[in-house]
């Protein structure tokens, strides 16, 4: 059994990790730190052992193996270096931090302290995406040509919200428009050499609330990736190939759609869907942990993670 601790009473952690390291049948949380008071209602809310009123004092607590930094994106690496001293294990959240740099630094603290490090892009574990490498590799579409990814919403702009703070890391790309540059480099299987991007900026904020990215790969795709805080919700990726098509409606939060994921395949046969189910934020603990017990490797997702990170470093010199 992994014992965990939390780092802050992030939305997204009550949301959907603390759940989900709860449904697990080899992790127990043990503890959660706040640093504005709210340890004891988290610690209520989920039946957590152990509340914190600083991130020190969990980090401290010997018992912890590993820890979930859920904080703005300013703060990851502080907290990754802090907890990695401490000897944790480290699931953090996307994106790692704001500069390529920064995460080769992070990536260095972990091996060093021997501790794993996981960027939570908890897209990647639900099964759908492995059925369309599958589909990719079993020349379903023919040659892939190019992939197109968005994903938008919109939110209640009379509350803070560490999205439309640029000190914090906001900004649409930094929070959603990264899931389609991770799912370029992810699917298409190979490293942005060329970009353009176009971003519209919040006038009262100076954040990117809309960006329009463009990508060749090196392997000759391209990609094509679109992220909006002023739009409605969309999630989704389509993959084009010589002879096809794959679509996939809910690609980042299947969650929202009972876990459901979907993947509608066109070609020159016809037309069909296939759906399927996966606890993609449950998966991900899994896999984290597995790595921790039988000390595997993450080096193939830290590739990932470096490049997405140097792309949108890239991406955000406007
Ligand atoms: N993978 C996903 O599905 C997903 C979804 C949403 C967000 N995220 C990522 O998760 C992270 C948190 O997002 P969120 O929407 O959950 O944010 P949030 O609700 O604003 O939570 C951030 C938490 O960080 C702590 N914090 C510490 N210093 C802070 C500061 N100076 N300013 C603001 N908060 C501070 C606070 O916890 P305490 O006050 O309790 O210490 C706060 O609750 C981001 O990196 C975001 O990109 C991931």
Not at 42 to 66: H, M, N, P, R, T
Not at 187 to 195: A, F, T, V
Not at 263 to 273: A, R, T
């Amino acid at each position: 059994m992994i014992k965990w601790g939390i780092l802050g009473a992030a939305n997204i952690a009550r949301k959907a990790l603390i759940p989900a390291i709860q449904r697990t049948e080899d992790s127990e949380i043990i503890a959660i730190a706040s640093s504005s008071g709210k340890e004891k209602e988290v610690q209520q809310q989920f039946g957590i052992e152990k509340a914190y009123g600083s991130y020190e004092e969990l980090l401290q607590d010997s018992e912890i193996e590993a820890v979930y930094i859920p904080l703005p994106n300013h703060l990851h690496k502080k907290w990754v270096f802090e907890a990695a001293k401490a000897g944790k294990h480290i699931l953090c959240e996307k994106p790692a931090s704001l500069t390529h740099q920064d995460v080769i630094e992070m990536i260095e603290v972990c091996n060093e302290n021997h501790v794993q490090f996981l960027e939570a892009f908890m897209y990647q574990f639900h099964p759908q995406h492995h059925r369309v490498k599958e589909l990719i590799a079993e020349g379903e579409i023919g040659e892939v040509e190019y992939l197109r990814a968005s994903f938008s919403f919109s939110f209640d702009r009379s509350k803070y919200n560490i999205r439309l703070d640029k000190e914090k890391g906001g900004g649409a790309l930094w929070d959603v428009g990264c899931y389609g540059t991770h799912t370029a480099i992810n699917l298409l299987d190979s490293d942005p050499i060329e970009h353009t991007v176009k971003s519209s900026l919040d006038d009262e904020y100076g954040v990117d609330v809309t960006s329009l990215v463009t990508l060749r790969m090196e392997n000759g795709t391209m990609a094509q990736v679109d992220c909006s805080f002023n739009a409605p919700l969309r999630h989704q990726y389509e993959v084009l190939g010589t002879k096809g098509s794959i679509q996939i409606p809910f690609a980042y939060r299947p969650d929202a759609n009972d876990h459901k994921g979907v993947i509608k395949v066109s070609n020159q046969d016809g037309s069909y869907e296939e759906t399927i189910i996966g606890d993609q934020y449950k998966l991900q603990v899994e896999t984290f942990t597995k790595a921790i017990k039988q000390n595997e490797s993450l080096k193939s997702y830290h590739d990932k993670t470096l490049e997405n990170i140097k792309l949108l470093e890239q991406l955000y010199k406007y």
